[in-house]
């Protein structure tokens, strides 16, 4: 079965700094889906980036990027020029074909004037 | 526009009640879950179904109950065999598009419902 890791329970930087938030995830699939979501204190959870498998080159919006390790099975997020805004809980999660959407535990972000 | 919608968005329950929370979406969507959420920790996997008429248990199914009777609605019951209903449910739906290159594989959410015991 999928899993998907995110060993940093909580985080904390400040304002204008770079952040990197881990997420490791297992499956024996080579076409696959991993998404980064934002749960801000509203608890809407709203899609940060998207990366397909079969795709090399890292996705990119904005401020945010992620580091896609396929071998390594690594999937992290870069969070540049860290805003006020950035902080909410942060959510990692892998979806493929038939499969259920599967999501990590979490990392809580938080952004600091 | 196209979108997800859970309903409502606060319910009150009392206890030995059934109560049931609505998802709806408008995205052609094949596949739609819930999940619920407790007091600063992640999602915990109920329910999803990936077709019409068909629907697997997720981590925590006991004393809940859905129905997928319609591509766009997957309701889900909250039973009174729940012992701890109290707590934030999300709904999502999904889609796979790899035969678009997947280009336009994508996941969203409701905004959800805050479901407490009263």
């Not at chain 1, 992620?66 to 909410?88: C, H, P, R």
Request: overall charge neutral.
């Amino acid at each position: 079965a999928q899993t998907v890791t995110q060993s940093q329970p909580e985080m904390s930087v400040q304002e204008a700094e770079t952040v990197t938030l881990s997420c490791t995830y297992d499956t024996s699939e080579s076409n696959y889906y991993l998404f980064w979501y934002k749960q801000p204190p509203s608890r809407q959870m709203i899609l940060v980036i998207r990366q397909e498998a079969y795709k090399q080159q890292n996705a990119t919006e904005n401020r945010f990027s992620v580091n896609f390790q396929k071998a390594a099975k690594s999937f992290s997020l870069k969070i540049s020029d860290s805003q006020l805004g950035d902080t909410a809980m942060y959510f990692c999660a892998y979806l493929q074909g038939a499969q259920k959407l599967v999501f990590g535990q979490g990392t809580r972000l938080t952004i600091n004037p | 526009d196209g979108g997800i919608t859970q309903s409502p968005k606060y319910l009150f329950r009392k206890e030995g009640q059934n109560v049931t929370l609505s998802c709806e979406q408008n995205l052609n969507h094949d596949a739609m879950y819930w999940y619920r959420q407790d007091p600063g920790q992640g999602l915990r996997l109920i329910y999803y179904s990936q077709i019409v008429n068909d629907f697997q248990k997720g981590d925590i199914a006991e004393g809940y109950s859905v129905s997928r009777e319609k591509k766009e609605s997957f309701p889900l019951t909250v039973t009174s065999a729940q012992k701890n209903p109290t707590a934030f449910y999300l709904c999502a739906s999904s889609i796979d598009r790899m035969w678009t290159g997947g280009q336009n594989t994508e996941a969203f959410f409701g905004q959800g419902t805050r479901l407490t015991v009263v």
